[in-house]
């Protein structure tokens, strides 16, 4: 069996930076906090564009349903430790506090330009590209708990959220001296179909939905009963975890398959395979342990740790318990864990299979072109997250498909 190309086996720490930006409480928008060793060959934040290995970034707006000029987009991110956002021009300019204007509330928007594309220098950093349409966002800046000047991001999960009534989105990246690794993502919510196209080395392209992708997403979560709450409108569909967090989705609903697997394994065994080797596993006085190259246990998760990867599954950068973590996430995730006591699955025919698995990302999955997605933090066990690097990039290409 082929091992799981975890992210989190990677330099980069993918998943930390992820839940740092998206993974905020349910009662304030997310502040911004990437992960420091994704950074560690970001230049200073003072370096010019053009010293620090700018890459031509070209923003696309393919979208049929707003023109340019409502649309919006803003890269915003970490050098170095210090929040920063891009400005128009390619240049990186720390968050300060009196940034915000009379509203309470920045404005970094990057407008388009008139034609075709709009093509414009990015720097070294860590963060997300943002885009709003209709309306700009409102990122507001603050101080963290150190005093330094920080961002509280858009979080469309929460209602009391400034952005809540406005469309957006997101893709993740860091770009530094090592190459450009990103990603689109629906880990904390779908809205806005985007695709990335990075050349370089390769010419690669991740995140394009199939033709009607985006209804058929809303169309799907709707008609599952424990899900379809997640659906706001027709702006976004929630992420379970955080649908959970706000009171929309059960915080039982994978108990009696969690409960099946803890049963099914008290009597036989599980092999996960990871690239650190394989790991033969039993649940034992109610942890299921593991022993291999290591020896890792876990504590039967909830339905929230299944959903948010993380509490009882969480995945330490450890290349042991991490790695044995996102598989038995995905497991969960893919409802695979009774039907294969051979882990990771890596036959996407099988995954989803069952009424009760996670119908969000089965939604997302079969919407897009590639069958590849974000739907869940673990997605990227076995190569199936709309992710994509490149050690010598020469571009990259965000553009907004049809709705």
Not at 7 to 36: D, E, N, S, Y
Not at 42 to 61: C, H, I, R, Y
Not at 179 to 202: H, Y
Not at 362 to 388: L, M
Request: proline share 6%; net charge negative; charged share 15%.
């Amino acid at each position: 069996m082929t091992p799981p190309t975890a992210r989190h086996q990677r330099t980069l720490g993918r998943r930390k930076v992820l839940f740092a930006l998206g993974g905020a409480a349910i009662a304030a928008p997310a502040l911004a906090a990437l992960a420091p060793h994704a950074l560690a060959d970001t230049k200073s934040m003072e370096t010019s564009a053009l010293e620090a290995g700018a890459l031509p970034l070209t923003l696309v707006n393919n979208s049929g349903s707003f023109d340019n000029a409502n649309v919006h987009v803003y890269i915003v991110g970490n050098v170095d430790g210090k929040q920063v956002r891009v400005t128009p021009d390619g240049t990186i300019a720390p968050i300060a506090l009196s940034d915000n204007g009379a509203d309470g509330f920045t404005d970094y928007a990057i407008s388009l330009n008139s034609g075709a594309e709009t093509t414009i220098s990015l720097p070294y950093l860590s963060g997300r590209i943002y885009v709003s349409l209709g309306a700009k966002l409102k990122f507001k800046a603050v101080a963290d708990g150190n005093g330094n000047p920080a961002l509280q991001y858009p979080a469309g999960w929460v209602t009391s959220d400034p952005n809540y009534e406005v469309l957006h989105d997101c893709a993740e990246f860091t770009h530094n001296a090592s190459g450009m690794f990103c990603n689109t993502t629906m880990v904390d919510m779908f809205s806005v179909p985007l695709s990335i196209r990075l050349t370089g080395a390769q010419d690669q392209t991740t995140g394009t939905l199939r033709d009607g992708g985006r209804s058929s997403v809303f169309d799907a979560i709707r008609k599952v009963e424990a899900f379809a709450p997640l659906i706001v409108s027709d702006t976004r569909v929630i992420a379970p975890g955080h649908g959970l967090d706000a009171g929309l989705f059960a915080a039982d609903y994978f108990a009696p398959y969690i409960d099946e697997v803890w049963s099914t394994y008290t009597g036989k065994d599980l092999t996960v395979t990871t690239n650190a080797g394989a790991f033969t596993g039993r649940v034992r006085a109610g942890r299921f342990a593991f022993t291999g190259p290591a020896s890792v246990s876990f504590a039967k998760p909830s339905t929230r740790d299944v959903l948010f990867c993380d509490g009882n599954l969480a995945a330490p950068n450890d290349g042991t318990t991490g790695p044995v973590a996102a598989v038995l996430g995905a497991g969960f995730n893919r409802s695979t864990l009774l039907s294969n006591p051979s882990q990771p699955t890596t036959d996407a025919s099988g995954f989803y299979a069952t009424d009760l698995t996670n119908h969000y990302a089965k939604a997302i999955h079969a919407a897009t072109a590639d069958g590849k997605a974000y739907g869940f933090a673990f997605d990227d066990v076995a190569d199936f997250a709309s992710y994509v690097q490149d050690t010598a990039p020469t571009g990259i290409r965000l553009t907004l498909t049809p709705f």
